[in-house]
Every structure is written in structure tokens, then in C-alpha cells.
């Protein structure tokens, strides 16, 4: 992305004069609610903006977006849910996980909605009735990040193939602990490893964190799917090199950042998605006739040269089936 680009995107995210903008012209006004920070989320709100656009809308001229971060605290959710409802926006799109999305859902609003989760599966969540018709006010795009964490424990054996004691970095505070939790163990079993979860729930947990990872001489380490890991990427790859263990994400995001892999969806593609169904909520279209968009392209990305300083070398099959190399 051009640093001129980057520079307007971001100022869009921070700021928030686009009401009165909005008030001026008479145009539509969309809130949008994330557990991450603006800066790091510049590249999924350029995809976001790029959905709206998609769907007839131009940030800051067809329609303002309202922005409200939670910066990983997910406690303050609550609070800028509602704040988001009281300034009577036409939309509100619930970013950054199943935190966000159960935080529009808890809020009764009768404002239409639209969630970007990368959690359990929406219907199981209580988010929606069923995934061909929502019901209510609440619609959006379903990641599936959740449902191959198997897949990362297995991808992550071929990696280490004597791998045994398999870490497991996870978040206390998100509300997929205990599904992943399962995935985990599910996997593992099948598989012959053993995993041990070891979480973090805020920056000041990351020390101790990896201190445990360390005592417990595991083989390899996986980044848990969650939104606050995401907001804190290159601090986590940071870390994990300064380990010296190899560690598998869920985001293509970790591996520019300077991670090993990773495999999971396209989290931009995400965005544009729910900035499409935001576009058409604003046209008319109701969140109960739009049905839940479901991720069916996921990525294997590999960084070359983090393997090279981990001293790795990956196979020639792995290699062949990765959807980028970056080198």
C-alpha cells in the first residue's frame, strides 16, 4: 500500500468529524465497532472501504463511517456498542471477532447489523437462526479460522515431524477459549501429540507467557485465532524468533509481520465482504434476507526467510502447496 494511501485510511479510522460531515450532506452514516486498534487494522479498513465502494458508497463522500476501537480490551465493547446505537447510525458493523458480534447481539439494538467473525460457527454462537436466513437484524460473514485449527496442528507436524509437546497460545478473555480448546485436543489425540494451553490475555501477559512455553520444552507453538494476537502480530513474531521455536499462525498478516506460516482465511476479503452487505443495508436490504457469507478459500503462507534464521528447512511439498512464499 502507498504511504499516501496508508496515511488517508488511517486518518479515516481515527478521526471522527465524519458525523457532522454527515449531518451536512445529508448522507448515511455507518458505525463501525472493532476489539482491534486502528492503526494496525489500516489495510482490513481499506477493504472494508473498498466493499462500501463496491456497493455504491464512497467513504467521506456517498456515506461517514463512525469508528469505536476497543484497542484488545474487550470489556469497553459493551460501552461503544451502545454509544454507537445512541448516535442513531443506519448500520453498525460488529469487526473483530465473535467478541464484537455477541457485543451487538447482547446490545438488543434494533439497528441493522453485520459481523466479521473468524469464531465458532454463528448459529452454535447464538448469533443468527441459521446461516440461509438470519432472522432479525443481524447478518455477516463467518471466517471458519476456528474450524481448522486442526489443520495448523497438523500442518505444524509435518513442519516438526518429531515434534510431541505442541503450545498452545490462547486468549482467557475471548469467548471461543473452550472451542478451540476442543479443536485442539480433538486434534492432538488423533495425531499422538500432547498440547498445553498457555494463555495471554493482555500485553503484559506476553513475558510470562513465553516463559511457560519455554518450561514446558514444547516441540513447536500455536498462535490461537483471536483478534487481540492479531491487533499485536509483529510483537508476537518478534517474540516467537526471540524463542527460537517454531510457531504456526492463523492470518497471512503474522507471516508479513515476519511469523513462520500460516493458513486460515483471507481476512481483507472478510471486510470487503461485510463493507458490501453494510452498502446494501443502506439501499434497503434487510440483515434477515441476507445470508451469512462463509469463507471457502483459506491460504497457506510461508516466510522463507524466517526459516532460514530458525535454520528450518521446509519440504519441497510443503512448498509446492503454499499460495504465497515470501522470500
Given at each position: ?15 471522527r ?12 452514516v ?22 462500501l465502494s ?19 480490551r ?34 438488543k ?15 452454535k ?6 446461516l ?9 460473514v ?10 495448523r ?5 509435518e513442519?516438526v ?9 490462547a486468549n ?5 477459549l ?8 480433538a ?6 501429540l500432547?498440547t ?14 513465553f ?27 518478534t517474540?516467537?524468533r ?16 515476519g ?12 471486510y ?23 469463507a471457502t ?22 512448498l509446492a502447496?503454499a ?5
Amino acid at each position: 500500500m502507498r504511504r499516501r494511501a496508508f496515511i488517508a485510511i488511517l486518518g479515516a479510522a481515527t478521526a471522527r468529524p465524519l458525523t457532522a460531515l454527515a449531518q451536512q450532506r445529508a448522507i448515511p452514516v455507518v458505525g463501525f465497532v472493532s476489539s482491534r486498534s486502528p492503526g494496525e487494522s489500516a489495510n482490513v479498513v481499506a477493504a472494508f472501504h473498498q466493499g462500501l465502494s463496491e456497493a455504491g458508497y464512497r467513504a467521506g463522500t456517498d456515506v461517514a463511517v463512525e469508528y469505536r476501537w476497543a484497542e484488545g480490551r474487550y470489556d469497553r465493547l459493551p460501552d461503544l456498542v451502545t454509544d454507537l446505537d445512541r448516535s442513531r447510525v443506519a448500520v453498525i458493523v460488529a469487526a473483530g471477532g465473535l467478541v464484537t458480534a455477541l457485543a451487538v447481539k447482547a446490545a438488543k439494538t434494533l439497528t441493522p447489523a453485520v459481523f466479521i467473525s473468524a469464531g465458532i460457527d454463528p448459529v452454535k454462537a447464538g448469533l443468527v437462526a441459521s446461516l440461509a436466513h438470519p432472522g432479525a437484524n443481524l447478518t455477516g460473514v463467518s471466517m471458519l479460522s476456528i474450524a481448522v485449527e486442526a489443520k495448523r496442528l497438523q500442518l505444524v507436524h509435518e513442519l516438526v515431524p518429531k515434534a510431541v509437546q505442541i503450545a498452545v497460545l490462547a486468549n482467557p478473555n475471548t469467548a471461543d477459549l473452550e472451542a478451540q480448546t476442543r479443536e485442539f485436543d480433538a486434534a492432538a489425540k488423533t495425531m499422538g501429540l500432547r498440547t498445553g494451553i498457555v494463555t495471554a490475555g493482555a500485553e503484559r501477559d506476553f513475558e510470562t507467557a513465553f516463559a511457560a512455553i519455554a518450561n514446558m520444552h514444547a516441540d513447536a507453538l500455536i498462535i490461537a485465532a483471536d483478534p487481540f494476537f492479531t491487533s499485536q502480530r509483529e510483537r508476537l513474531a518478534t517474540l516467537v524468533r526471540n524463542a527460537g521455536v517454531t510457531a504456526m499462525y492463523e492470518l497471512r498478516e503474522y507471516v508479513e509481520a515476519g511469523g513462520l506460516i500460516s493458513y486460515g482465511p483471507s481476512l481483507a476479503e472478510g471486510y470487503r465482504q461485510a463493507g458490501r452487505y453494510a452498502g446494501q443495508i443502506l439501499k434497503g436490504a434487510k440483515p434477515a434476507d441476507l445470508p451469512v457469507v462463509q469463507a471457502t478459500k483459506f491460504e497457506l503462507v510461508i516466510n522463507l526467510k524466517t526459516a532460514k534464521a530458525l535454520g528450518l528447512e521446509i519440504s519441497p511439498n510443503l512448498l509446492a502447496r503454499a499460495d504465497e512464499v515470501i522470500e
